[in-house]
């Protein structure tokens, strides 16, 4: 049977940068399919009542996390500055992700994404930006901007969103391993194993 | 130079119960001591302008955290039953810890609280509950309880709490390691690293 993991995640979190930018490495010895799933995770909080990301209600909470984000990642070697604009819109990227989702330069893609806005303080939310990114993996523009911001393309991540609300999900990085939902950069370890013992 | 951690925690909080369960193993190998220091959460849930603990104004968030919380607990071969009321008054055991920091029998009078409430579903607002425990420790209530409601040992947590809230303490269980603050029982073995490096 196989095993996978579906990674829930949006561009603009700093946890699921921490997540998908290891998750790789962190999977490397086992054999276990990753999925990456990009959601609107605003999306998400307005359905629960909450007008953007629950850091932005919480001062303190907010200062907090810039301080452990700077630390976990120094702890696991990734780059890191904190950006000037939080957050930020996402949709276009995520866009991409999901039209693109089987693309063998997908995880690639996420990973420049992420690095542009988390340790380059670009603003990922400018379609300069992204096109940017594309050429320098040797991707043509003119042919997945247009795909990407397709009616066919907006459904789709309007639909895995729905999808992702329906799981339970309230923020991210979340991880589905089967029906167990499992949220935060820290669960990933938990995630993993649970996939590993197939407790299903 | 003495190596310390200060552990901020609440009875009512779930994962204090899982960090305070299980500290001293953690640091069985490590020359460090671990300071127990409850404090009235609540208080400083008020003074960040929430009205109680912030998972009741997430249902979501909170049927996940009791689904995580069972899920941690049996990671680390910890007693955990979900109780029936959350959260629970906990001012009397945080007096008692409070007048009775120095007491040798601390530690394991905070885990039998612990226990109490989140493996045995006891009301630990209710002081039978604590004179129970008290008395299965083999300590007098009679002379704990008094001291425990004294002006003094009120006064005394109301002063821990604020130093806390000076500490930008926003959620239990909080280490503080010198100047820097790590959040959440995910970050013990983080504090303890970072206190073993002495970077300070």
Known sequence: MNKQIDLYFDFSSPYSYLAVARVDDVVAACDIKVRLIPVVLGAI?????WQSSPFLAQ???LAYMWQDVKRQAKKYSLEFEQPTQFPIGSILPARIATAFSDAPWLHDFCI??????????KDISNPETIEKILKQ???????????ASSQETKNQLKLI????????????PSFIVHDQLFWGDDRLEDAIEFCLRGEH
């Open 161 to 172: 969103t729905e999808q992702a609300d329906g799981l339970q999900i309230f923020g991210a």
């Open 137 to 147: 993996m040797d991707l043509d523009p003119q042919e997945i901007l247009p795909r």
């Open 45 to 49: 909080f307005n359905r629960l009542g």
């Open 112 to 121: 420049q994404v992420f690095k542009a806005y988390f340790a380059r303080n």
């Open 59 to 61: 001062p303190r909470k």
